[in-house]
């Protein structure tokens, strides 16, 4: 087995390690710790304990033993640190840095000896946590209008640009648009733009984003949020922004979520049995109780190799009918609560 040198911790879901990391680690040489159950709290490391090589499920000190903790999903990462050993040898799947033009490269023949090489050597980790992290460019803002810092300007500013305007634009964020040039340099020209205005800048949406927009039948915005490359027709106002709409056209008509209005809008309402049980936030409510707990402690039940023993037989769980729940008399099934357990992950 190889000397492997640089643990890791990250947060994954069963899904995700399956998919993206068990095959890849195995190929590096890694064992499957035995017995390692993925949860919905903990990390995924590449050492158990203090030894390396072994792949394993921890619920704490994912920093221990030298851990680095990627604090978001990235397999790249992972698989590059993971990848990392001790001495000359590179081995399939493992990193090198070109000498020349600094560029990083994947390993792909074997045996590869960066010692008797003049062009290659073994990155550092900072090197591949810097080349595997995307780097987010902010683009140039834009300015789309102005706004008064203060309402009682507005009487001297009104008539400083000749207008009877209210510029009370509930559309937009802003008093004076970008376009109005004559009032722009009007109150330029008065040396009351800087001072009582601010400029509005035109907002910058990428996929991932949650916004809010102007509905017609409404005469605001809608009390909805939808998220930007979302599934459609998930959040309810498709109708308002329709698949490949282009946003940077109507800046004035959309605007970003604010924290409260996003957790509003992923919230989902679940039927089981005669319970309502409301997800918001990653957390499960009926009525006014937090019940978040007792619902992730009913998902681990079900499932593959789910069950136990009784005397001499296994058996697995498909499901169970209760006729109580807490205070509450009324059959629920537990695959019902399996589809709140995993609304919570």
């Not at 050597?121 to 946590?129: A, G, H």
């Not at 922004?241 to 809008?265: C, G, K, M």
């Amino acid at each position: 087995m190889p000397e492997f040198k640089q643990p890791v911790s990250m947060q994954v879901t069963q899904e995700q390690f399956e998919r993206d990391l068990k095959e890849p680690l195995k190929a590096l040489g890694y064992k499957m710790s035995p017995g390692m159950h993925i949860g919905t709290d903990g990390c995924i490391v590449n050492n158990h304990g203090n030894f390396s090589g072994e792949v394993d499920w921890i619920v704490v000190n994912k920093y221990k033993y030298n851990r680095y903790f990627i604090n978001h999903y990235n397999p790249l990462l992972f698989l590059a640190l993971a990848a990392m050993t001790e001495g000359e040898d590179a081995i399939i799947g493992e990193y090198v840095k070109n000498k020349n033009d600094q560029t990083i490269h994947q390993v792909t023949i074997s045996p590869f000896n960066v010692a008797d090489s003049r062009f290659w050597v073994k990155p550092l980790k900072e090197e591949l946590i810097n080349h595997f992290t995307k780097k987010e460019i902010m683009p140039e803002k834009k300015i789309i209008g102005y706004k008064l810092t203060k309402p009682e300007y507005k009487e001297a500013a009104l008539k400083i640009t000749n207008t009877i305007a209210n510029w009370e634009n509930s559309l937009s964020n802003y008093d004076i648009n970008i376009q109005q040039k004559g009032y722009i340099n009007r109150l330029t020209e008065a040396g009351v733009l800087d001072i009582w205005f601010e400029p509005v800048y035109k907002a910058q949406f990428k996929v991932g984003d949650w916004v809010i927009g102007w509905h017609s039948d409404l005469g605001g915005f809608a009390t909805k949020a939808w998220q930007i490359g979302g599934m459609e027709g998930e959040n309810n106002i498709v109708d308002i922004f329709p698949r490949n709409t282009d946003f940077s056209t109507t800046e004035n008509h959309i605007r970003l979520a604010t924290p409260e209005e996003i957790v509003l809008a992923q919230e989902q309402t679940f039927k089981v049995g005669n319970f309502e049980i409301v997800v918001r936030d990653k957390r499960a409510y009926h009525k006014k109780d937090d019940i978040t707990t007792f619902v992730k402690s009913l998902g681990v039940m079900m499932g593959p190799g789910k069950g136990g023993t009784f005397g001499e037989y296994s058996f697995e769980i498909k499901d169970v009918i209760f006729s109580k729940i807490g205070c509450e008399h009324g059959e629920s099934k537990l695959s019902e609560w399996q589809k709140v357990s995993d609304a919570l992950k």
